[in-house]
């Protein structure tokens, strides 16, 4: 069974950084894609950033381009966000999740990810 934990939310000024960390309980996660995705009150989840298991490709939504990096430590079984120039709008609960299957790209389709954190809150205030 694959469990992940994420870690490194908390409540940051507008223009702040923040890094979250998800660390994976799972000799598989180099195979997997990672991916990190997001949750406002009253609203879907939503795809974030995306990393392949090889870590050579990613893909961001468009609003945290240039913004988010997501990167991953195969040693350490562990899959980061940096998140910059942070604001209100990216205000959320933050979850990284694990692809269903084994080798596979960077995806945003959230159905494709079977394995999923409890969420750590991220609150940007203005």
Known sequence: QVQLGESGGGLVQAGGSLRLS?????????????GWFRQAPGKEREFVAAMSWSGGSTVYTDSVKGRFTISRDNVKNTVYLQMNS??????AVYYCAAHRGLFPGATPSIDEYDYWGQGTQVTVSS
């Open 22 to 34: 998800c660390a994976v309980s799972e000799r598989t996660f180099v195979t997997r894609a990672m």
């Open 86 to 91: 942070l604001k209100p709008e990216d205000t």
